[in-house]
Protein backbone atom coordinates (compact mmCIF):
# COMPACT_ATOMS: atom_id res chain seq x y z
CA UNK A 1 0.00 0.00 0.00
CA UNK A 2 1.94 2.73 -0.86
CA UNK A 3 2.02 6.13 1.10
CA UNK A 4 1.80 9.15 -0.03
CA UNK A 5 4.48 10.21 -2.67
CA UNK A 6 5.64 13.30 -3.99
CA UNK A 7 7.26 15.11 -6.61
CA UNK A 8 10.21 16.13 -7.32
CA UNK A 9 12.46 15.23 -4.71
CA UNK A 10 14.56 18.16 -4.59
CA UNK A 11 14.87 21.18 -6.51
CA UNK A 12 16.66 24.72 -7.21
CA UNK A 13 14.64 27.46 -8.31
CA UNK A 14 16.11 31.36 -8.93
CA UNK A 15 14.41 33.75 -7.11
CA UNK A 16 11.17 35.59 -9.01
CA UNK A 17 10.53 32.08 -10.61
CA UNK A 18 7.11 29.88 -10.02
CA UNK A 19 7.30 26.26 -9.23
CA UNK A 20 5.01 23.21 -9.16
CA UNK A 21 5.02 20.54 -6.52
CA UNK A 22 3.15 17.60 -6.86
CA UNK A 23 1.50 14.92 -4.34
CA UNK A 24 -0.01 12.07 -4.13
CA UNK A 25 -2.27 10.61 -1.38
CA UNK A 26 -2.32 7.57 0.32
CA UNK A 27 -4.42 5.42 -1.40
CA UNK A 28 -7.88 5.67 -0.34
CA UNK A 29 -7.42 9.31 0.85
CA UNK A 30 -9.52 11.99 -0.72
CA UNK A 31 -7.65 14.93 1.82
CA UNK A 32 -4.87 16.45 0.80
CA UNK A 33 -3.13 19.35 3.23
CA UNK A 34 0.04 21.00 2.32
CA UNK A 35 2.76 22.36 4.77
CA UNK A 36 6.10 24.53 4.80
CA UNK A 37 9.40 23.52 7.15
CA UNK A 38 11.79 26.13 7.36
CA UNK A 39 15.00 24.45 8.85
CA UNK A 40 14.73 24.25 12.05
CA UNK A 41 11.11 24.97 12.58
CA UNK A 42 8.18 23.10 13.14
CA UNK A 43 5.87 22.66 9.88
CA UNK A 44 3.50 25.18 8.70
CA UNK A 45 0.13 24.78 7.74
CA UNK A 46 -0.23 26.29 3.99
CA UNK A 47 -3.71 25.12 2.94
CA UNK A 48 -6.37 21.94 2.51
CA UNK A 49 -8.06 20.61 -0.24
CA UNK A 50 -10.80 18.05 -0.33
CA UNK A 51 -13.84 17.63 -3.11
CA UNK A 52 -11.32 19.80 -5.73
CA UNK A 53 -11.73 23.08 -3.31
CA UNK A 54 -9.99 24.56 -0.85
CA UNK A 55 -11.02 24.10 2.26
CA UNK A 56 -8.85 25.70 4.69
CA UNK A 57 -5.75 28.36 4.06
CA UNK A 58 -3.23 29.14 6.81
CA UNK A 59 -1.03 32.21 6.75
CA UNK A 60 0.25 32.21 3.48
CA UNK A 61 -0.21 35.08 0.80
CA UNK A 62 -1.61 34.74 -2.11
CA UNK A 63 1.59 33.51 -4.45
CA UNK A 64 0.85 30.18 -2.65
CA UNK A 65 -1.98 27.73 -4.47
CA UNK A 66 -3.01 25.14 -5.16
CA UNK A 67 -5.26 22.67 -6.83
CA UNK A 68 -6.72 18.93 -6.17
CA UNK A 69 -7.93 16.66 -9.31
CA UNK A 70 -10.10 14.25 -9.27
CA UNK A 71 -7.95 11.35 -8.72
CA UNK A 72 -7.60 13.51 -5.35
CA UNK A 73 -3.57 14.28 -6.08
CA UNK A 74 -2.72 18.19 -5.53
CA UNK A 75 -0.43 20.83 -6.91
CA UNK A 76 1.02 23.24 -4.87
CA UNK A 77 2.21 26.61 -6.91
CA UNK A 78 4.63 29.26 -5.83
CA UNK A 79 4.93 31.97 -7.48
CA UNK A 80 7.42 35.06 -7.56
CA UNK A 81 9.82 32.90 -5.50
CA UNK A 82 11.63 34.91 -2.62
CA UNK A 83 14.55 33.61 -0.63
CA UNK A 84 12.16 32.92 2.47
CA UNK A 85 10.17 30.44 0.36
CA UNK A 86 13.83 27.70 0.90
CA UNK A 87 11.96 25.18 2.98
CA UNK A 88 10.54 21.47 2.72
CA UNK A 89 7.26 21.14 1.30
CA UNK A 90 5.28 18.57 3.53
CA UNK A 91 2.15 16.80 1.73
CA UNK A 92 -0.07 15.08 3.97
CA UNK A 93 -3.29 13.32 3.24
CA UNK A 94 -6.27 11.95 5.24
CA UNK A 95 -9.55 10.24 4.97
CA UNK A 96 -11.50 13.34 5.86
CA UNK A 97 -10.55 16.94 6.34
CA UNK A 98 -10.49 16.71 9.95
CA UNK A 99 -9.05 13.42 10.22
CA UNK A 100 -9.51 12.22 14.34
CA UNK A 101 -6.32 9.67 13.29
CA UNK A 102 -3.72 12.12 11.93
CA UNK A 103 -2.53 12.46 8.78
CA UNK A 104 -0.12 10.86 6.64
CA UNK A 105 3.20 12.77 5.74
CA UNK A 106 4.82 12.53 2.35
CA UNK A 107 8.80 12.67 2.67
CA UNK A 108 8.33 16.31 1.37
CA UNK A 109 9.96 18.73 -1.58
CA UNK A 110 13.29 20.28 -0.78
CA UNK A 111 12.91 23.22 -2.63
CA UNK A 112 16.00 25.95 -2.09
CA UNK A 113 15.64 29.26 -4.09
CA UNK A 114 18.96 31.00 -4.66
CA UNK B 1 -5.00 30.63 19.18
CA UNK B 2 -3.50 27.68 19.09
CA UNK B 3 0.04 27.00 20.52
CA UNK B 4 2.24 24.31 20.74
CA UNK B 5 5.76 24.87 23.14
CA UNK B 6 8.33 22.42 23.03
CA UNK B 7 10.96 23.86 25.38
CA UNK B 8 13.80 21.23 24.63
CA UNK B 9 15.45 22.03 21.43
CA UNK B 10 18.18 19.33 20.83
CA UNK B 11 18.86 16.35 23.80
CA UNK B 12 21.21 13.41 23.95
CA UNK B 13 20.94 10.32 25.42
CA UNK B 14 23.51 7.36 25.84
CA UNK B 15 21.83 3.69 24.44
CA UNK B 16 19.16 2.61 27.03
CA UNK B 17 18.72 5.32 28.81
CA UNK B 18 15.21 6.81 29.62
CA UNK B 19 14.18 10.46 27.97
CA UNK B 20 11.12 12.51 28.55
CA UNK B 21 9.63 14.71 25.47
CA UNK B 22 8.46 17.91 26.65
CA UNK B 23 5.46 19.43 24.81
CA UNK B 24 2.63 22.10 26.58
CA UNK B 25 -0.08 23.26 24.84
CA UNK B 26 -2.32 26.31 24.90
CA UNK B 27 -6.30 26.56 23.73
CA UNK B 28 -9.42 28.11 24.76
CA UNK B 29 -11.32 25.13 23.25
CA UNK B 30 -12.85 22.52 24.87
CA UNK B 31 -12.55 20.00 22.41
CA UNK B 32 -8.87 19.10 20.82
CA UNK B 33 -6.43 16.76 20.00
CA UNK B 34 -3.13 16.07 20.37
CA UNK B 35 -0.74 14.24 18.25
CA UNK B 36 3.20 13.37 18.71
CA UNK B 37 5.37 12.66 15.10
CA UNK B 38 9.03 12.06 14.31
CA UNK B 39 11.13 12.61 11.66
CA UNK B 40 13.84 10.97 10.94
CA UNK B 41 16.42 12.20 8.53
CA UNK B 42 14.37 11.05 5.49
CA UNK B 43 11.82 13.86 6.11
CA UNK B 44 8.45 12.05 6.43
CA UNK B 45 6.70 12.51 9.17
CA UNK B 46 5.61 9.33 11.05
CA UNK B 47 2.47 9.14 13.24
CA UNK B 48 3.31 8.02 16.74
CA UNK B 49 0.08 9.13 18.75
CA UNK B 50 -2.94 10.77 18.58
CA UNK B 51 -5.23 11.58 22.45
CA UNK B 52 -8.24 13.77 22.43
CA UNK B 53 -8.93 15.77 25.39
CA UNK B 54 -11.78 14.19 26.97
CA UNK B 55 -9.63 10.74 27.23
CA UNK B 56 -6.57 11.72 30.34
CA UNK B 57 -5.36 8.00 30.20
CA UNK B 58 -1.96 7.33 29.74
CA UNK B 59 -1.28 5.12 27.33
CA UNK B 60 1.96 2.98 26.91
CA UNK B 61 3.38 1.28 22.93
CA UNK B 62 6.39 -0.87 23.47
CA UNK B 63 8.85 1.00 24.85
CA UNK B 64 6.96 4.46 24.06
CA UNK B 65 4.60 5.63 26.79
CA UNK B 66 2.64 9.32 26.84
CA UNK B 67 1.09 11.44 30.20
CA UNK B 68 -1.16 13.85 29.19
CA UNK B 69 -2.43 16.14 32.18
CA UNK B 70 -5.42 18.95 31.25
CA UNK B 71 -4.22 20.71 34.42
CA UNK B 72 -0.95 21.87 33.44
CA UNK B 73 -1.74 21.60 29.88
CA UNK B 74 1.42 18.97 28.58
CA UNK B 75 1.47 16.52 26.72
CA UNK B 76 4.92 14.33 27.65
CA UNK B 77 6.23 11.67 25.43
CA UNK B 78 8.46 9.16 27.13
CA UNK B 79 11.16 7.05 25.88
CA UNK B 80 11.94 3.86 27.92
CA UNK B 81 15.49 2.01 27.03
CA UNK B 82 16.27 4.46 23.91
CA UNK B 83 17.63 2.71 21.09
CA UNK B 84 19.98 4.71 18.27
CA UNK B 85 16.69 3.91 16.14
CA UNK B 86 14.97 6.82 18.27
CA UNK B 87 16.95 8.99 17.12
CA UNK B 88 15.04 11.59 15.01
CA UNK B 89 13.30 14.91 15.48
CA UNK B 90 9.96 14.79 17.59
CA UNK B 91 7.31 17.11 16.89
CA UNK B 92 4.13 17.71 19.36
CA UNK B 93 0.75 18.89 17.47
CA UNK B 94 -2.82 20.16 18.42
CA UNK B 95 -5.45 20.31 16.60
CA UNK B 96 -8.89 22.42 17.25
CA UNK B 97 -12.04 20.05 17.63
CA UNK B 98 -14.19 22.00 15.34
CA UNK B 99 -14.68 25.63 14.19
CA UNK B 100 -12.37 27.31 12.37
CA UNK B 101 -8.86 26.37 12.08
CA UNK B 102 -9.80 22.47 13.15
CA UNK B 103 -8.43 21.16 9.44
CA UNK B 104 -4.91 22.00 10.46
CA UNK B 105 -2.34 21.02 12.70
CA UNK B 106 -0.31 23.46 14.57
CA UNK B 107 3.43 22.07 15.52
CA UNK B 108 5.92 23.01 18.42
CA UNK B 109 9.10 23.42 17.44
CA UNK B 110 10.40 19.95 17.68
CA UNK B 111 12.80 18.77 19.52
CA UNK B 112 15.98 16.65 18.11
CA UNK B 113 16.85 13.73 19.92
CA UNK B 114 20.38 11.82 19.54
CA UNK B 115 20.96 8.66 21.30
CA UNK B 116 24.27 7.91 21.17
CA UNK B 117 25.62 4.17 21.05
Known amino acids: DAGVTQSPTHLIKTRGQQVTLRCSPKSGHDTVSWYQQALGQGPQFIFQYYEEEERQRGNFPDRFSGHQFPNYSSELNVNALLLGDSALYLC?????????????FGSGTRLTVV | AQKVTQAQTEISVVEKEDVTLDCVYETRDTTYYLFWYKQPPSGELVFLIR??????QNEISGRYSWNFQKSTSSFNFTITASQVVDSAVYFCALRRGSGAGSYQLTFGKGTKLSVIP
Open chain 2, 51 to 56: RNSFDE
Open chain 1, 92 to 104: ASSLVPDSHYGYT
